[in-house]
């Protein structure tokens, strides 16, 4: 069975740092492309930023660029997020997703087969 676990959210001040884990068990995704979405009280869930299955390429979220860092750690079969400098319009849940295959930086929700559970990360001014 595939899980995806993330943890690391929690609630800081403005411009303060977090660092979120995604844990991948179940089956490998070093060939797949892999993202971190947000979905924030009456707004539809979003890409912040993906990666590849190598880590050689990401993509982010205009808002998020300079700020977030999205990682990958294939022994380890974990994705990160680096998130500095964090606004109040960060808040959000967080949630990592896993394509089945393909080496794409989809923004798609639906081109995404697996999904943690999600981890809040709310950020106070």
């Known amino acids: 069975q595939v899980q995806l676990v993330e943890s690391g959210g929690g609630l800081v001040q403005a411009g303060d740092s977090l660092r979120l884990s995604c844990a991948a068990s179940g089956r490998t995704f070093s060939t797949s492309g892999m993202g971190w979405f947000r979905q924030a009280p009456g707004k539809e869930r979003a890409l912040v930023a993906a990666?590849?299955?190598?880590?050689?390429?990401?993509r982010y979220k205009d808002s998020v660029k300079g700020r977030y860092t999205i990682s990958r750690d294939n022994p380890k079969n974990t994705v990160y997020l680096q998130m500095n400098s964090l606004k109040p319009e960060d808040t959000a849940v967080y949630s990592c997703a896993a394509r089945i295959s393909g080496n794409v930086l989809s923004r798609r929700v639906d081109e995404y087969a697996y999904w943690g559970q999600g981890t809040q990360v709310t950020v106070s001014s």
């Open positions: 990666i590849t299955g190598s880590g050689a390429y990401t």
